[in-house]
């Protein structure tokens, strides 16, 4: 049983540009872990957005089963997570993220320690000021609330921070501090532990780079700030029809993306180094992935959210054992197992770990939820009815160069080619869709109110 177990999640990362790192990274602390552990060639995430996706890893069940497919959801109260199970084998659970869907509000309830605000304030006893004023009345509506603050200087770093996050990218989305806490909080006992660390940096690359120390930082920002003014801020408007994007624009855009993970590369090796100091890093589980992935036009969708095409729901996924086990995986895997090899890494078998590719179910899935429609009033414009459609992926083991499509009532047979293209193909596919469906134990969702300061966040990072 591994005494540290690391749960790391770099979101928004597509796997064909992870890949595209790895190729160009040399000795770093993903090429290495690259090398030294089981990585998953065709992982697939349960949902091509954050909230399910998360719920899946830690609850092993698909969206409709664990109930937290909106916004305004939670996983459902009845279904046990891996914070339950960490807690009865005796693990603390430590989560260090900017995520506000990961929080006990949304079902992700038990940690002994947890923050997910750290895009949001540096200091948690100070204010984090917020206007929707625009020029000197954003300043004087800042300055009012900075002064009537009881904890004021507190506040006035609060807010400079804030304002640096979404200006000249002159400061990350937290995962400095998110790593430094991580650090630290495992120093203070040194009993088994879980490490939860979600990185947003890859998550908001389309807004703002977090580079560290590079002057071209502003200039490149105003390129990005362009870009980005033409797709809709987090792309939205692209389903209204109202902006497009090139190839040039595109590369652009993987380009930022690769920088945003070397960023992130380097406070891995930072923590990686520390659990080595604290020799806690020959017997830990680590595992790493991507919540989703992201599109860039392909299919004309920019973003996440809206579809289940291969840039959106395929993944990096790797798994450093204690037992020192490496290889590739070239079967369909998902996310979803992430919780059944964390369970049988702390005793607990389900039956089925991602490290044995024997446990592994035949179908593997991937649907949207229905979470663009929460979006769709606040657009500008007539929406495509391919964007209000139910979507759902199968993969099946047998075939690696297939999937079955349901597109609200209409079944596809996909064709899947390199650099995550695809394309319909003659072919049955109802029967595959209709059978992984047929297979869900669909829950009640579980509605919550969401308070203030969640849905500011989530207005940041553009899911409302």
């Given at each position: ?174 995962g400095r501090r998110m790593v430094t806490d991580a650090v630290n909080w495992l120093s203070e006992d040194d009993s088994d532990s879980f490490v939860f660390l979600n990185f947003m940096e ?263």
């Amino acid at each position: 049983m591994a005494d540290t177990i690391v749960l790391v999640v770099l979101d928004s990362v597509r796997y064909d540009i992870f890949e595209d790192y790895l190729n160009e990274a040399s000795g770093t602390f993903l090429s290495t872990l690259a090398t030294d552990s089981v990585s998953f060639d065709r992982a697939v995430t349960p949902a091509p957005w954050s909230l399910p996706a998360h719920a899946s890893m830690f609850t092993g069940k698909y969206p409709r089963e664990h109930g937290a497919t909106n916004a305004d959801t939670a996983i459902h109260p009845q279904i046990p997570t891996l914070l339950t199970r960490l807690g009865d084998a005796g693990y603390r659970t430590g989560c260090f993220t900017s995520n506000p869907f990961v929080h006990p509000d949304y079902g992700f309830e038990g940690w002994d320690h947890h923050r997910n605000n750290y895009s949001e304030k540096i200091y948690e006893k100070g204010g984090a000021p917020e206007s929707d004023e625009a020029g000197i009345g954003e300043l004087v509506d800042g300055a009012r609330q900075v002064i009537s603050h009881q904890h004021t200087f507190r506040t006035f770093v609060n807010a400079t921070y804030r304002k640096l996050r979404t200006g000249p990218s002159l400061v990350d989305d937290g995962g400095r501090r998110m790593v430094t806490d991580a650090v630290n909080w495992l120093s203070e006992d040194d009993s088994d532990s879980f490490v939860f660390l979600n990185f947003m940096e890859t998550h908001d690359y389309h807004r703002r780079l977090s580079r560290w120390g590079r002057i071209k930082n502003i200039a490149e920002n105003g390129r990005l700030s362009e870009l980005n003014s033409r797709v809709g801020g987090a792309g939205i408007q692209y389903y209204a029809g109202n902006s497009t994007i090139d190839e040039t624009d595109r590369e652009f855009y993987r380009k930022v993306m690769r920088d945003e993970i070397g960023y992130v590369d380097k406070l891995l090796q930072q923590f990686w180094r520390a659990l080595e100091r604290q020799e806690r890093a020959e017997d830990c589980l680590f595992v790493l992935c991507a919540d989703h992935g992201e599109g860039l036009g392909e299919g004309d969708i920019v973003y996440h959210l809206a579809g289940v095409t291969e840039p959106l729901v395929r993944v990096p996924l790797f798994v450093r054992s204690p037992d020192q086990q490496d290889g590739r995986i070239e079967r369909w895997s998902s996310l979803v197992w992430i919780y059944d090899t964390i369970c049988r890494e702390i005793g607990i078998d389900t039956g089925l770990t991602l490290l044995e590719e024997s446990t592994y179910p035949d179908l593997v899935g991937s649907e949207n939820t229905n979470r663009l429609q929460d979006l769709l009033g606040e657009i500008d414009g007539d929406v495509s009815d391919q964007y209000l459609q139910k979507r759902v992926a199968v993969y099946q083991a047998a075939d690696r160069d297939h999937k079955s499509v349901r597109l609200e009532d209409t079944y596809e047979r996909r064709k899947l080619g390199s650099g995550l293209t695809e394309w319909t193909v003659d072919g049955d596919a109802r029967a595959l869709v209709d059978q992984f469906e047929d297979s869900l134990e669909v829950t009640d969702e579980t509605h919550m109110d969401v308070d203030d300061a969640t849905r500011s966040r989530l207005e940041d990072f553009g899911y409302l």
